[in-house]
């Protein structure tokens, strides 16, 4: 018979594991959707694509520099999902 806790600890971790490899996923198709070496576009206001660059540059930073270890799951999520909001702005 299965450990219920042991089977919802390892659940957890594959969803998680499926979590940051989307956000993984989403972040490196931006990535590669976005010409960062073009000079400035226009946006909704002066200056907005190169504030927008910023922010992915600092996603990817973050992922590229993450930790190898999370405090909780949920500190892991908190995390990709904020790497995530950065890719989005």
């Known amino acids: ?10 659940t957890a971790r594959h969803i998680l594991q499926e979590y940051t490899q989307g956000v993984t996923d989403r972040i490196m198709a931006a990535v590669r959707a976005s010409d960062i070496s073009a000079p400035g576009r226009a946006g909704r206001y002066s200056g907005h694509h190169e504030r927008a660059l910023r922010y992915l540059r600092q996603a990817l930073e973050n992922l590229t520099n993450r930790p190898t270890t999370f405090e909780s799951p949920r500190s892991a999520a908190v995390y990709y999902h904020h790497a995530e909001l950065l890719a989005h702005v």
């Open 1 to 10: 018979m299965h450990d219920p806790e042991a089977v919802r600890a390892v």
